[in-house]
């Protein structure tokens, strides 16, 4: 069971912000990430669609032999409970509850921003389980699509006229309500996390889900005792479309001369 590889899924690239911080905060681990490609952007979906997705996805990494399911996705996270996976028979880790922990560990002022996709900000997962930590906090939130799709195409760079227009009409809102703290509720932010910096000022703390989720695998591996003892040697990524568009925009993503290769895959064979 320890041997076994962890498995990662998202949409796209943004869990690989999750999966790039596994690779860093468990060096022994074999990772298989999934992304599911030709059916993103999961946060238009519906909840019974974004089950069906998820099952599909899990279903996917188990065939794999995993030991646990990382939901890299914030969509996934806030509308699909393990409740709702079939046959699930390892560990399942979302992104809200290590990233609202931090959350609410950071601000001061109880004011609390939030940006996801539509669907994350729809449910109110983040919003609710905050005011379940602390019935005084107070949430502002913002839906983020176009975000996404920027991300998605490689328009990441800090002075990206485009991007950086996109966000300002984003936060606005957030940075007007006062926040000192904002969570990056989609794995695909902690990669423009300067321009957002830049734009909401060096006073507010930015949590990444990515990397606090990637954190709590590496206490629940801990905890279950299912830490690998042998280097590292084996790390693969599967995608449903566009191969070499993901090894493109992941190879950014993962930086440090990473050389990606996607396979192809239909994640119902």
């Known amino acids: 069971m320890k ?18 911080e596994l690779l860093r905060l468990v060096p022994g681990e074999n990772i298989i ?29 188990q ?31 979302d992104v ?34 905050l005011k379940m930590f602390d019935k005084d906090i ?4 913002n839906g983020c699509p ?14 990206n006229f485009i991007l950086n227009s996109v966000c300002k009409e984003y936060l606005a809102p957030i940075k007007a309500f006062g ?24 006073d507010v703390t930015l949590i990444d889900s990515g990397y606090e989720t990637a954190l709590e695998v590496k206490k629940i591996l801990e905890m279950l005792k299912l830490e690998r003892t042998q280097p590292r040697d084996r790390v693969e990524y599967y995608v449903t479309s566009q191969p070499e568009e993901f090894d493109r925009v992941a190879n950014i993503f993962l930086g440090d001369g990473s050389d990606a290769k996607a396979i192809l895959t239909d994640i119902k064979d």
């Open 146 to 159: 176009q975000l996404v799709t920027l991300v998605q195409e490689g328009y990441i760079d800090e002075d």
């Open 179 to 202: 926040v000192d703290t904002l969570i990056l509720g989609c794995t695909h932010f902690p990669i423009i996390s300067k321009v957002i910096q830049n734009i909401m000022g060096n």
């Open 138 to 141: 107070q949430t502002v939130s």
């Open 33 to 61: 990430y999934l992304g599911d490609t030709a059916r993103m952007p999961y946060g238009v979906n519906t909840k019974e669609t974004l089950a069906r997705y998820t099952n599909d996805d899990v279903e996917f990494l």
């Open 63 to 93: 065939r794999k032999g995993v030991k646990l399911v990382v939901a890299a996705c914030g969509t996934v996270s806030s509308n699909v409970p393990a409740a709702q996976i079939k046959n699930l028979s390892v560990p399942f880790i």
């Open 3 to 20: 041997d076994r590889p962890i498995g990662v899924f998202d949409s796209g690239v943004g869990g690989l912000t999750c999966a790039k």
């Open 96 to 129: 809200i509850t290590p990233t609202i922990s931090a959350a609410v560990k950071a601000t001061k002022n109880k004011r609390i921003g939030i940006i996801g996709t539509p669907a994350t900000i729809k449910s109110g997962s983040f919003a609710s389980r």
